[in-house]
């Protein structure tokens, strides 16, 4: 085997140029024949998958980061829209509240005028007074079956001076239309009260009598005359 190798040595033009011996050189050989095996190159498939996989885990990222932003801003428009719609409220509430200041001041301006009004109508005020008396009393008188008291009290028709001096006082201390439309519901339960007493019906009498007081007594409130009346 030497031998063999030796010649080969020979032929290729080595013996004289190499200083290694020719057993050394048999020893290389089986190294040079059999070269150390490479790691195979990784196949088309092993590549493709590998960029796949990180082509996933990119797109996993991009994802997130996509979703992330999406909420940012969800939460962004949320918060604007919750903020305007707070601030619109806040000016909403705020003109409600000048408008009911300003329904305020009117009120009290209008009951100041009115107190004024009452407060200068000493003779109209008298008559309102004289008003009261006169159904106290006839109350008394119905209560006791005794008409002709009533009727000696209130008169023999709606036309009685002391009734248009009544109706004098409610024309000048009622402005509104319910001040108005309650003394047109006591001069209607007055008249039926007058016709009831001159024909003794007690049972007449007696629901007209509630029905005049029960508008009086309505119409004083409204007028801002409560208190200013005696024996109400």
Not at 54 to 83: F, H, K, Q
Not at 154 to 182: C, H, I, M, R, Y
Request: aromatic letters at 6%; one cysteine or more.
């Amino acid at each position: 085997m030497v031998a063999m190798v030796t010649e080969a040595w020979t032929l290729a033009g080595c013996g004289a140029a190499s200083s290694k011996s020719p057993a050394a050189a048999a020893q290389e050989v089986p190294v040079l024949l059999h070269p150390t095996p490479k790691k195979p190159a990784p196949s088309f498939r092993a590549v493709a998958v590998s960029s796949s996989k990180c082509n996933d885990r990119d797109a996993v990222v991009v994802g997130r980061r996509r979703g992330i932003a999406s909420c940012l801003l969800a939460a962004l428009a949320v918060a604007s829209g919750t903020g305007a719609g707070a601030a619109r409220a806040a000016i909403l509430e705020a003109d409600d509240d000048l408008e009911l200041l300003e329904r305020v001041k009117e009120d009290k301006k209008k009951r100041l005028q009115k107190q004024g009004l009452i407060n200068s109508s000493a003779a109209e005020t008298g008559y309102l007074q004289e008003l009261v008396y006169k159904l106290s009393k006839v109350g008394q008188a119905i209560d006791k079956d005794d008409f002709t008291a009533a009727g000696d009290v209130l008169g023999p028709d709606a036309g009685a001076p002391w009734v248009q001096n009544v109706n004098a006082a409610f024309s000048k201390f009622s402005s509104s239309s319910e001040e108005k439309s309650t003394v047109d519901s006591f001069n209607s339960s007055l008249a039926s009260l007058i016709t009831s007493v001159s024909k003794s019906d007690a049972e007449s009498s007696k629901s007209a009598f509630v029905s005049s007081a029960t508008a009086l007594e309505k119409w004083v409130s409204l007028a801002g005359l409560t208190g200013k009346l005696k024996g109400f």
